[in-house]
C-alpha cells in the first residue's frame, strides 16, 4: 500500500480551534469535512494508507482531536474496517506524541462503540 | 655522588614526576566528570521540576475554567462582550499551557527510558482529555464539576509519574556512575 500524508499544520491550521463550525474558525468539523473526508476518501480509493500527521501546530485541544477521529467514525461515512486499514494518526516530534496518543485513543473508543 | 647514584636520583625524580603528572591529571578527571555528572543530574532535577510546576498550573486553571459557567443568556452586549472575552483569553492560556508542558516532557525524552516515556505520554494524554475535551470551547455551556474533579485527579497522576520516573532515571545513574 501507498502511503499519503496530510499535516494538519500545512493544509489546514496552524492555529487548530474548537469542536464546531458554530463556536469559531478553524474547527474540527471544519477539518473533518472539508480537508480530512475528501483526502480520505481519495486515499481509499487509491487503496493508499493516508498519515495525519499532527507536528507543527501551536496544540490542540482535546475536544478538536476527539470530533476530528471519533467523529469522523461516528459519521458513518466510511465503515470502520476502512477507516482502520487506511487512517494511521502520525507524530514524529516527540512534543506531539501525547496529542497522538490522545488522537489514536479517540479513534479507538469510536471503532469499538461502533462494533458493539 | 657518584656517577651511577646521580642517574638514580634523576630516574627517581623523573618517576615522581610522572607520578605527580598523572595524579594531578586524574584528579582533575575525576572531577570534571562529577561535576558533568552532576551537572547533568541537576538539569532532569529542574526540568522534571518545571514540568511539575506548569501541571499544577494548567491544573489550576482548568479548575477555574470548568467551574465557571459559560453562559448565553447574559442580554448586556457589553457585558456578554467581556465575559467572551474573558473565556476566549483563559483557552488559549489552557492551550498554550499544555503545549508547554508537552515540550517540557519532550524534553526528557533523551534522559528518561522508553517504558517512562510511554507512561508519561499516556498520563499527560488523559490530562489533556479531562482538562480540554467534552464542551471546552463551546460558546455556550454550564459548569462542569465532574470535569473539574476529573481535571485535578489526572494531574495528580500525572505529576506522580513524573516523580516515578525522575527517581528511577536517578536510581539508575547513580548506579551506572559507580559501576563504570
Keep these: ?116 | 655522588l657518584p656517577q651511577g647514584g646521580i642517574e638514580q636520583v634523576s630516574a627517581s625524580f623523573v618517576e615522581f614526576l610522572r607520578l605527580l603528572v598523572a595524579a594531578i591529571l586524574s584528579a582533575w578527571l575525576s572531577g570534571f566528570l562529577v561535576r558533568r555528572w552532576q551537572y547533568r543530574e541537576d538539569h532532569v532535577y529542574k526540568r522534571s521540576d518545571d514540568l511539575i510546576d506548569e501541571i499544577a498550573t494548567l491544573r489550576d486553571s482548568c479548575i477555574d475554567y470548568w467551574l465557571f459557567d459559560n453562559p448565553c443568556d447574559v442580554t448586556d452586549k457589553d457585558q456578554a462582550r467581556i465575559l467572551q472575552g474573558s473565556i476566549i483569553k483563559n483557552e488559549a492560556k489552557i492551550i498554550a499551557l499544555q503545549h508547554q508542558i508537552a515540550a517540557l516532557r519532550s524534553s526528557l525524552v533523551e534522559d528518561f527510558g522508553s517504558d517512562a516515556m510511554t507512561a508519561l505520554e499516556l498520563a499527560e494524554a488523559s490530562l489533556f482529555d479531562a482538562a480540554t475535551g467534552g464542551e471546552f470551547g463551546v460558546s455556550s455551556r454550564p459548569a462542569d464539576y465532574g470535569r473539574a474533579r476529573s481535571v485535578a485527579s489526572a494531574a495528580s497522576s500525572y505529576i506522580n509519574s513524573v516523580r516515578s520516573a525522575r527517581n528511577a532515571h536517578l536510581n539508575r545513574r547513580s548506579i551506572l556512575f559507580f559501576w563504570r
Design chain 1, 1 to 116: 500500500m501507498s502511503v499519503k500524508k496530510l499535516s494538519v499544520a500545512e493544509q489546514f491550521s496552524k492555529v487548530p480551534g474548537a469542536r464546531l463550525r458554530r463556536d469559531g474558525p478553524n474547527s474540527a468539523e471544519e477539518f473533518r469535512s472539508d480537508v480530512l473526508i475528501p483526502v480520505l476518501r481519495s486515499a481509499i480509493n487509491d487503496d493508499a494508507v493516508l498519515e495525519v500527521l499532527l507536528d507543527g501546530t501551536a496544540g490542540y485541544g482535546s475536544s478538536f482531536l476527539e470530533e476530528t477521529f471519533g467523529g469522523l467514525v461516528r459519521t458513518s461515512i466510511f465503515p470502520p474496517a476502512q477507516i482502520r486499514d487506511h487512517l494511521r494518526v502520525v507524530a514524529n516530534d516527540p512534543l506531539y506524541a501525547g496529542y497522538r496518543a490522545l488522537a489514536v485513543r479517540y479513534l479507538n473508543d469510536a471503532l469499538s462503540k461502533t462494533a458493539a
